[in-house]
C-alpha cells in the first residue's frame, strides 16, 4: 500500500507541466556572460574597485597607527614615568642605589636615607 | 556515458556554440528546479541565467566525475541557496514581507498551469532537504546516485528522504492523485 503511494504521488509529481522558456533565453544568458567578463578586465583598470578593495587594509593600517606608539625614553612625559624611579636628571650616590637594593638591611636603609638628608642640608 | 561530454569538452575549450547548445539542452529544467526550490520567491528564470554563467565560468574546472547534469544540478542548488541566504539577510533588515500568495483556486487559469502550481504549492510546503531530494527525483527525473552526489549526502540519506517527502505530499496532492 504504501509503496503504491509512493509510486502515486511519483506519477503526479512526474507530470508537472514544464515551465515555458523565453525565446531569447540563451541570448540572456551570453550577454550575462559578455557582461561579467568584460567587467572583470575592466575592473582591473577600474581606480574605484582598487580604492575599495584597498580600504580594510587602509583601515587595518590606521588602528595599528593610532594603537601601538614605540615605547622610547626621548618621548616618554615625566607624568608617564614611574615615580617612584629615581630620576635620571638625579644624580647617583651610593645612598640612592641602596634604595634599590633588595637585600639591604632596615638600618643600612634608614642610615642611607639619613646620610643624604645631611647631604641636601649641607647644600 | 555522459551525452553532454563533447558539447561540454568543446564548451571548456571556450568554444561558445557548445555551451550555448548546452543552455538549450537543460535550460527548462534549471528554471523548473530554481521556481520549485524558491518557492514562489525570487525570480526563477533570472536564477537559471546565473546558473549558467556560473557554469560557463567553472567549466575549466569540471573534471567529468559525474553527468555535465548532475553537476549542473549542483551549481543550481549552490546559486538558489546562495540567493536565498541572501534574500533573507535583506527580509531580516527591512522586517520580513510574507512571500507572495500563491494564486487562489478562484482565478480562473488553464489546466496546465492549475496543475503546475498545485504541485509548486505542494512542494513549498515541504521541509528545504525533502523538497530539493523529491524534486530532483520526481520533477528532474536524477537517479538516486546523481542526487547524492549532487547533494554530497550518502544514497540512504536520499532514499529516506525522498520517502518522507512523498508521504507527506499525498495528502497535500489528494486533488490531483485521483487524475494520475
Given at each position: 500500500?504504501?509503496?503504491?503511494?509512493?509510486?502515486?504521488?511519483?506519477?503526479?509529481?512526474?507530470?508537472?507541466?514544464?515551465?515555458?522558456?523565453?525565446?531569447?533565453?540563451?541570448?540572456?544568458?551570453?550577454?550575462?556572460?559578455?557582461?561579467?567578463?568584460?567587467?572583470?578586465?575592466?575592473?582591473?583598470?577600474?581606480?574605484?574597485?582598487?580604492?575599495?578593495?584597498?580600504?580594510?587594509?587602509?583601515?587595518?593600517?590606521?588602528?595599528?597607527?593610532?594603537?601601538?606608539?614605540?615605547?622610547?625614553?626621548?618621548?616618554?612625559?615625566?607624568?608617564?614615568?614611574?615615580?617612584?624611579?629615581?630620576?635620571?636628571?638625579?644624580?647617583?650616590?651610593?645612598?640612592?642605589?641602596?634604595?634599590?637594593?633588595?637585600?639591604?638591611?632596615?638600618?643600612?636603609?634608614?642610615?642611607?636615607?639619613?646620610?643624604?638628608?645631611?647631604?641636601?642640608?649641607?647644600? | 556515458?555522459?551525452?553532454?561530454?563533447?558539447?561540454?569538452?568543446?564548451?571548456?575549450?571556450?568554444?561558445?556554440?557548445?555551451?550555448?547548445?548546452?543552455?538549450?539542452?537543460?535550460?527548462?529544467?534549471?528554471?523548473?528546479l530554481a521556481r520549485v526550490?524558491?518557492?514562489?520567491?525570487?525570480?526563477?528564470?533570472?536564477?537559471?541565467?546565473?546558473?549558467?554563467?556560473?557554469?560557463?565560468?567553472?567549466?575549466?574546472?569540471?573534471?567529468?566525475?559525474?553527468?555535465?547534469?548532475?553537476?549542473?544540478?549542483?551549481?543550481?542548488?549552490?546559486?538558489?541557496?546562495?540567493?536565498?541566504?541572501?534574500?533573507?539577510?535583506?527580509?531580516?533588515?527591512?522586517?520580513?514581507?510574507?512571500?507572495?500568495?500563491?494564486?487562489?483556486?478562484?482565478?480562473?487559469?488553464?489546466?496546465?498551469?492549475?496543475?503546475?502550481?498545485?504541485?509548486?504549492?505542494?512542494?513549498?510546503?515541504?521541509?528545504?532537504?525533502?523538497?530539493?531530494?523529491?524534486?530532483?527525483?520526481?520533477?528532474?527525473?536524477?537517479?538516486?546516485?546523481?542526487?547524492?552526489?549532487?547533494?554530497?549526502?550518502?544514497?540512504?540519506t536520499v532514499e529516506s528522504?525522498?520517502?518522507?517527502?512523498?508521504?507527506?505530499?499525498?495528502?497535500?496532492?489528494?486533488?490531483?492523485?485521483?487524475?494520475?
Open positions: 500500500m504504501q509503496d503504491e503511494d509512493q509510486r502515486l504521488v511519483a506519477r503526479v509529481l512526474a507530470s508537472r507541466p514544464p515551465d515555458a522558456v523565453r525565446a531569447d533565453f540563451v541570448a540572456r544568458v551570453n550577454a550575462r556572460i559578455d557582461a561579467t567578463e568584460g567587467a572583470g578586465w575592466f575592473a582591473l583598470a577600474d581606480f574605484r574597485t582598487w580604492t575599495l578593495r584597498l580600504a580594510p587594509i587602509a583601515g587595518a593600517l590606521v588602528l595599528v597607527g593610532l594603537l601601538w606608539t614605540p615605547a622610547s625614553p626621548t618621548t616618554e612625559s615625566p607624568a608617564t614615568a614611574s615615580p617612584a624611579q629615581p630620576s635620571q636628571a638625579q644624580a647617583f650616590t651610593p645612598a640612592s642605589a641602596s634604595d634599590w637594593q633588595r637585600d639591604v638591611t632596615a638600618n643600612a636603609l634608614l642610615e642611607a636615607a639619613f646620610d643624604r638628608m645631611g647631604d641636601s642640608g649641607a647644600r | 556515458m555522459d551525452p553532454d561530454r563533447a558539447l561540454v569538452e568543446a564548451a571548456a575549450g571556450g568554444d561558445r556554440d557548445a555551451f550555448d547548445e548546452l543552455v538549450r539542452r537543460h535550460q527548462a529544467a534549471m528554471i523548473t526550490l524558491t518557492g514562489g520567491r525570487g525570480d526563477p528564470e533570472d536564477l537559471a541565467q546565473e546558473v549558467f554563467v556560473r557554469a560557463w565560468r567553472s567549466l575549466r574546472t569540471f573534471r567529468g566525475d559525474s553527468a555535465f547534469r548532475t553537476w549542473l544540478h549542483r551549481v543550481a542548488i549552490n546559486v538558489v541557496r546562495t540567493s536565498h541566504a541572501k534574500q533573507g539577510r535583506l527580509r531580516r533588515l527591512f522586517h520580513d514581507e510574507p512571500p507572495p500568495d500563491p494564486p487562489s483556486g478562484e482565478e480562473p487559469l488553464d489546466a496546465a498551469l492549475a496543475r503546475r502550481q498545485a504541485i509548486d504549492r505542494a512542494l513549498a510546503a515541504l521541509p528545504d532537504d525533502l523538497r530539493v531530494a523529491v524534486t530532483l527525483r520526481d520533477l528532474q527525473g536524477l537517479d538516486y546516485k546523481e542526487i547524492a552526489a549532487a547533494l554530497d549526502v550518502p544514497v540512504g528522504r525522498i520517502f518522507r517527502a512523498r508521504q507527506k505530499l499525498k495528502p497535500l496532492l489528494a486533488g490531483l492523485l485521483g487524475e494520475g
